[in-house]
């Protein structure tokens, strides 16, 4: 059984995800988009031992607080490996953004292939390679729900104008991958509401094109 907590946090909103093994106490962040003292007081006050930091993908908005996480918790951050080069641009990216200052992020040393298995207690995580946001798009599968990062959203899919972006590929990352989950998988996007798998089939517009 596993407890989830939602934080919206970071200069564009990203939803950062606290999943914990409620039997072991055990907990994984999914993403990490902020250094807000506020942010960190919330993951200390649940009182879980922060075992990961997993990454679905490099841009900016889901990255800046990993440095001070690993300071404060102790913790090693994951990525694919294909997106090293998106953490190494975050200073430029910044840029692109009116009134952002920018931030360098030290190297990711630790990496997430597709298939991987991560465990919370004896709840399994498994990643799953879904390139099309960016090159080293990754979501994680974890007691049957789905952590999408900027993937799909509720009827969307993640942008795929900037660096390493590319339609057709998030197309068949969502319909050849996360389509083949049961339909009733609860979808947790990177930005706004949660959705389905079922719901995304019947109701995604740019999927049904």
Do not use: W
């Not at 409620?22 to 007081?41: G, P, Q, Y």
């Not at 390139?131 to 952590?147: A, N, V």
């Not at 083949?180 to 999927?207: C, M, Q, R, W």
Request: glycine share 10%; aromatic share 10%; proline share 3%.
């Amino acid at each position: 059984m596993i407890d989830i907590k939602v934080f919206v946090e970071g200069p564009i909103d990203a939803n950062n995800y606290l999943i914990t093994d409620v039997n072991s106490n055990e907990a994984v962040l999914i993403d990490c988009s902020s250094v807000r003292e506020e942010f960190i007081a919330a993951v200390k006050s649940t009182g879980v031992k922060l075992k990961y930091i997993l990454l679905t993908h490099g841009h900016f908005d889901h990255v800046l607080g990993i440095d001070k996480f690993k300071e404060v918790f102790g913790v090693d951050t994951y990525i694919s490996k294909a997106d090293v080069t998106q953490v190494n641009l975050v200073p430029s990216m910044m840029h692109m953004f009116a009134g952002m200052n920018p931030v360098k992020i030290s190297p990711v040393t630790h990496f997430v292939e597709d298939g991987d298995e991560f465990f919370i207690g004896k709840t399994r995580i498994v990643a799953i390679s879904t390139p099309g946001h960016t090159k080293g798009g990754m979501c994680y599968l974890i007691d049957g729900k789905l952590f999408s990062g900027d993937t799909l959203f509720q009827g969307s899919v993640g942008r795929c104008d900037l660096t390493g972006g590319d339609l057709k590929s998030i197309v068949r990352s969502i319909k050849e991958k996360l389509f083949l989950l049961p339909d009733e998988t609860e979808v947790y996007p990177g930005h706004g509401a949660k959705t389905s798998i079922g719901f995304e089939k019947k109701y995604n517009e740019i999927l049904n094109l």
